[in-house]
């Protein structure tokens, strides 16, 4: 991403965009999935004490797992790199314990 587009991502705040709009900015260069996801997670912090959306939420492995997605070569992204996704805390998966996890039956398929 040039600076100029950095610059520019300051006075934006990127969590107002659509999930196309994101998708448009980080293919064309404009916006990193790191600096997307950074605002978002400032959303988040600035909304979530009233909205309490939030069981479980690892920030750190958010930007991590953003700056891994910037790595990649734009021929090897799919058609929706960098756009964040949400797992609701009944969904049983590999990173997180969830509020599931007491009442696992064998054969679950694990996301």
Do not use: F
């Not at 998708?23 to 400032?42: G, P, T, W």
């Not at 909304?47 to 734009?74: C, G, M, S």
């Not at 090897?76 to 609701?88: D, S």
């Amino acid at each position: 991403m040039n600076n100029q587009a950095s610059s520019l991502n300051v006075c934006i705040e990127l969590w107002k965009l659509t999930a196309s709009e994101a998708l448009r900015k980080i293919r064309a260069d404009e916006m990193s999935v790191q600096e997307y996801a950074e605002s978002l997670l400032e959303r988040i912090k600035a909304r979530d004490e009233d909205v309490k959306a939030w069981a479980y939420l690892d920030e750190e492995r958010v930007i991590q797992e953003a700056r891994l997605l910037d790595e990649i070569p734009k021929k090897n992204r799919g058609p929706l790199h960098g756009l964040p996704i949400a797992v609701k805390d009944v969904i049983y998966t590999k990173v997180k314990l969830t509020r599931l996890y007491p009442t696992l039956k064998w054969g679950l398929t694990i996301v």
